[in-house]
């Protein structure tokens, strides 16, 4: 590839398929559509399960959607980093729920005082419809504005504009 300097322009190409040199040819294929409606998904309907059919279950399909993260693209480096960022943070934050005890650490405030075990048997006791209700509160909840891992100093949500 040669470079040439002339009036009209400033450089121009003698060759036709002219790439840059900081361009990398990503030939990686395109994240499917489906890919982050069934992580998020899998990852919600996670919570609904007890402890135990959780990490069996639903584990061995999160590190198969994690492990297509670095084969496929979303098109250009910010897509992809972006992309990354919220996978693997839901994946770290779905590891400590996982493994740890959601069922005694997030509650609905609302004003009882309940010890966490007496908590953990009453949502035992619920739904399936009621438990997949309370996961994704969790998933899509993460101030936690009402709930038991709100952060200090919110205002509630009913008290109107903050201005």
Not at 99 to 104: I, N, Q
Not at 132 to 144: A, Q
């Amino acid at each position: 590839m040669s470079f040439a300097l002339n009036d009209s322009a400033l450089f121009t190409t003698t060759t036709s398929a002219y790439k840059p040199t900081w361009a990398i040819a990503d030939t990686r294929l395109h994240m499917p559509k489906w890919y982050l409606p069934v992580y998020l998904t899998t990852l919600v309907v996670s919570l609904a399960l007890p402890r135990q059919t959780r990490i069996v279950l639903t584990l061995p399909i999160v590190i198969a959607l994690i492990s297509m993260l670095p084969f496929r693209t979303e098109g250009s480096f910010k897509k992809d980093f972006d992309f990354g960022n919220l996978v693997l943070g839901w994946f770290f934050f779905y590891l400590s729920l996982c493994f740890g005890a959601p069922e005694k650490q997030f509650w609905k405030k609302d004003g009882r005082s309940l010890t966490p075990e007496q908590r953990h048997t009453e949502h035992e006791a619920k739904s399936l419809r009621e438990k997949l209700h309370w996961s994704w509160g969790i998933w899509t909840n993460p101030r936690g504005n009402g709930w038991s891992h709100e952060a200090p100093g919110m205002k509630a949500l009913n008290q109107g504009p903050v201005w």
